[in-house]
Nanobody, 125 residues
Framework: QVQLVESGGRLVQAGGSLRLSCAAS????????MGWFRQAPGKEREFVAA????????YSAESVKGRFTISRDNARNMVTLQMNSLKPEDTAVYYC??????????????????WGQGTQVTVSS
């Protein structure tokens, strides 16, 4: 069982930066692939970025490549999403998720076992 709690979401101006954090409970955190997803009003929840259990392999959606960076600290049971050059279209609730079945399929929402409650990011123009 893994419990995930996101933090760091707030209102920010376009072009600004924000760092989201996800704190995980459980001694097996280092065995999970971790992902970030987001959901804007009226839209489906979409993949943002994922990182494998070791923290070596990452994968990001095209819409955020070059702007967002995912990282993790297994000693602290923490995964972060550094977001730079934010755009109004990045406005959404951002969710942290944990996946037990390896890195393959990490962009697929349905492959994740645990989800956090989400944190709101609003980017003003």
């Amino acid at each position: 069982q893994v419990q995930l709690v996101e933090s760091g979401g707030r209102l920010v101006q376009a072009g600004g930066s924000l760092r989201l954090s996800c704190a995980a409970s459980g001694r097996t955190f280092s065995s999970y692939t971790m992902g970030w997803f987001r959901q804007a009003p009226g839209k489906e929840r979409e993949f943002v970025a994922a990182i494998d259990a070791s923290g070596i392999i990452t994968y990001s959606a095209e819409s955020v490549k070059g702007r967002f960076t995912i990282s993790r600290d297994n000693a602290r049971n923490m995964v972060t999403l550094q977001m730079n050059s934010l755009k109004p279209e990045d406005t959404a609730v951002y969710y942290c998720a944990a996946k037990s079945s390896g890195f393959r399929g990490s962009a697929l929402r349905g492959s994740y076992d645990y989800w956090g409650q989400g944190t709101q990011v609003t980017v003003s123009s």
